[in-house]
């Protein structure tokens, strides 16, 4: 099932993964067509908001899918058109990866608001992979995950950034807010930004990062934690 309606993709209720290809397909405004995204690929997306408007990209869960989405491939974009990701679980942007907007555009990764996600996950997962912007704000917002973690960056963290991982921008603002998840036997941070070359950085724009934990398991759960990383304004 997968509606569009006025630049807003909804892609429900399965798991999506936008796939590394520069192959355009086409995304349909016609909200009672049921495929109108052919393929989902980051050069899909990249020509939609390149050209056509600003996009909001949902998952729901259902039946054995969890409602993530996962990005494998590059997505940019120059204009000053904005992306939202919002998973139902969790938004993962795999290593390598770079979702860069060079415009006045924007970017938003949303994990798990609602808090009905169930498993072992972090809310937004950057694992090796880079959000950068030249005005536009990076904003992420995620809650961690409820069973079956464990220790340091297993653990069910709003939002986790790690693997060399960097948010960069110019003069836009950068601000996360992290909920560490619920499980008793593991991490739970809310926001965790873990090893080295992973950074967050603006040069003229202000961070913010907020992160609160919930879980009661030993000492480890920490409301925002950096080991060897970054966070600078230069």
């Known amino acids: ?27 349909s405004t016609d909200a009672n067509n049921a495929t109108n995204a052919t393929p989902i690929t980051a050069g899909t997306i990249s020509n939609y908001l390149e050209n056509t408007g600003s996009l909001t990209i949902t998952t729901a869960s259902s039946g054995t899918d969890a409602g993530d989405i996962t990005v494998n491939g590059a997505i ?12 139902d ?49 990076i904003i992420l917002r995620g809650i961690g995950g409820t069973t079956e973690g464990g220790d340091g960056v297993l653990g069910n963290h709003g939002i986790a950034q790690r693997n060399g991982s ?9 601000t996360y807010i992290g909920t560490g998840g619920t499980d008793s036997s593991a991490d739970n941070d809310g926001m965790r930004i873990h090893d080295v070359g992973t950074l967050i950085q603006s040069h003229d724009g202000n961070i913010m990062l907020t992160g609160v934990t919930r879980s009661t398991f030993g000492s480890a759960n920490d409301g925002s934690l950096l080991v060897d990383s970054k966070v600078e304004t230069t």
């Open 166 to 174: 960097q948010v960069t921008t110019y003069s836009g603002d950068i």
């Open 89 to 137: 679980r969790s938004v993962i942007v795999n290593s390598g990866v770079s979702i860069t907007a060079t415009g006045t555009g924007s970017i938003t990764l949303e994990g798990n608001l609602g808090d009905t996600g169930t498993g072992n996950f972090k809310g937004v997962l950057l694992n090796g992979g880079h959000l950068s912007t030249t005005s536009g704000a």
């Open 76 to 87: 940019t974009w120059a204009s000053g058109n904005s992306l939202t990701l919002r998973a």
């Open 1 to 27: 099932d997968q509606r569009i309606s006025v630049s807003e993709l909804l892609l429900a209720p399965t798991n999506i993964t936008i796939q590394n290809s520069d192959t355009v397909g086409t995304i």
